[in-house]
């Protein structure tokens, strides 16, 4: 149990390409979360019972399995169908989709909570259903979003580890194969959890100031 500074800098390159694959995957998942949440929530707002319907079954249905399984069947029983996907590609994919259905119902909050008046006015005004949604809902709507959406991307990032199960070398895969291979797990395991914690602070700190300001831009 004792602590080597020496077999940390030896490890440290290692882990610090794991933070990259680690960071990028929750970016890459946090911005195809929130395009397919929002695709879902309009979906879902849809006038067609059917279209409707379908959605809220697929938002209930994703929401009710485990991330761990659908990361499963993209990497491991989509090929059997001949759809193959590499490693990083099916963890962007399933991280997009598994949040996509929680930022949807932040997104149906978000434009449910947009006063009737004001869609009212864009269709006084004559403005196209394009124009309603980006110029005068949405605009309204994403900023109160913007603490759930935050705490989510969070969430999404705390669970990276999983990735691991399908073979991506994020950090907690890094740190872990490190220990394997040296039979030490103080220092990678150690590091790991200052990792996330360094990294999430930052991320709260940042997501803090941008709340504020489009508290002040509404």
Not at 41 to 60: D, G, H, Y
Not at 113 to 140: D, F, S, Y
């Amino acid at each position: 149990m004792d602590w080597s500074w020496s077999f940390v800098w030896e490890i440290l390159p290692t882990l610090l390409e794991g933070v990259r694959v680690t960071i990028l995957a929750t970016l890459g998942g946090a911005v195809l979360a929130a395009v397919i949440g929002l695709a879902l929530a309009l979906l879902r707002r849809s006038p067609n019972k059917a279209v409707m319907r379908t959605t809220s079954f697929v938002i209930e249905f994703i929401r009710g399995t485990p991330l761990l399984v659908q990361l499963y069947f993209l990497f491991y029983v989509l090929p059997d169908a001949g759809i193959t996907l590499g490693p990083m590609t099916a963890g962007l994919i399933g991280l997009g989709l598994h949040y996509g259905t929680y930022t949807a119902e932040v997104y149906r909050a978000g434009i449910d909570n947009v006063p009737t008046g004001q869609w009212e006015a864009a269709k006084a005004c004559n403005l196209t259903g394009r124009q309603t949604w980006t110029q005068i809902i949405l605009p309204q709507a994403i900023p109160p979003m913007v603490p759930a959406l935050a705490n989510y991307l969070i969430a999404m990032f705390k669970e990276t580890p999983l990735l691991s199960a399908i073979t991506v070398l994020e950090l907690m895969n890094q740190a872990r194969s490190v220990a394997n291979f040296n039979y030490r797990y103080l220092e990678p395991m150690t590091l790991v959890g200052v990792f996330f914690l360094i990294i999430s602070l930052i991320s709260v700190s940042l997501l803090r100031l941008l709340e504020r300001r489009l508290g002040r831009i509404g």
